[in-house]
């Protein structure tokens, strides 16, 4: 009798574990289903030729993240290139850690690197991402380089959708630095601004070529160290991501 018993509950307590297991593995399934999974993305926001009175030159700025909805490793770049010079007028590169705040906001901690042309720069990257209100994009961020100077960008964009397929955006990006570092002809101040406005035609969801117009200007002592402070170009390109 003592052995049916001592069989029965051995029996009783493998069953239990291998509900749980089971129970564990539908948890599992049933968060990664609603968004708890692993996920990843690439973003070309611009890939796009510059024309007009400077000289032309090729421009990109995209994007790419990995992670959940929580936490994600974020990598960006930006730069343009001169095809008269061929040379790099500005090369920049991010990888930051993200981690979600608030509903439609993330906090980013990470490193840039300016790594043309030179002299270059390396920066601790402080920043906030996110959707405001009225659905602006948002990104401002907060930089400290090496050599203890610090600044500071805010980028802001809005998707206006004409059509189904046509799309309008107005893009504003703001810097300000805190100290001069004049190697790279920046002083203290606001520094730079630019904005721009594209027009962009969804052939698929993933795939937009666009046009539209840009302009740059340098302030205070940024455009005293500058040698061209005010620029306007007509842009071409692309937009894709997948």
């Not at 000289?55 to 990995?66: K, N, R, T, V």
């Not at 042309?117 to 602006?136: H, I, S, V």
């Not at 100290?179 to 027009?199: K, M, P, Q, W, Y």
């Not at 795939?207 to 170009?233: K, Q, S």
């Amino acid at each position: 009798m003592r052995c049916a018993f001592l069989t029965l509950l051995a029996l009783a307590t493998c069953g239990n574990a291998l509900a749980q297991t089971r129970m564990e593995a539908a948890r599992e399934a049933l968060w990664a289903s609603h968004g708890g999974g692993t996920h990843w993305a690439v973003m070309g926001e611009q890939l796009e030729y510059l024309f007009g009175p400077h000289d032309p030159a090729l421009a990109f700025e995209g994007q790419a993240w990995y992670g959940g909805d929580i936490n994600k490793l974020w990598l960006k770049a930006h730069g343009a290139y001169e095809t008269t010079e061929h040379a790099w007028e500005d090369l920049e590169l991010q990888m930051l850690y993200s981690r979600a705040v608030r509903p439609f906001w993330d906090a980013q901690i990470g490193v840039r690197a300016d790594v043309g042309p030179d002299p270059k720069r390396e920066y601790l990257t402080l920043g906030l991402q996110g959707l405001a209100p009225y659905w602006f994009e948002v990104d401002a961020n907060l930089f400290v380089s090496t050599q203890g100077d610090v600044s500071a960008r805010l980028e802001a964009e809005y998707d206006l959708r004409l059509t189904r397929s046509v799309v309008l955006q107005p893009r504003v990006e703001i810097n300000a630095a805190f100290s001069d570092d004049t190697d790279i002809g920046i002083a203290s101040g606001f520094t730079t601004a630019e904005v721009g406005l594209r027009l962009w035609y969804e052939i698929t969801p993933q795939i937009a070529p666009y046009f539209g117009v840009t302009w740059e200007r340098a302030f205070a002592g940024t455009a005293d160290l500058a040698e061209d402070d005010e620029r306007t170009a007509l842009v071409a390109g692309l937009r894709f991501w997948f």
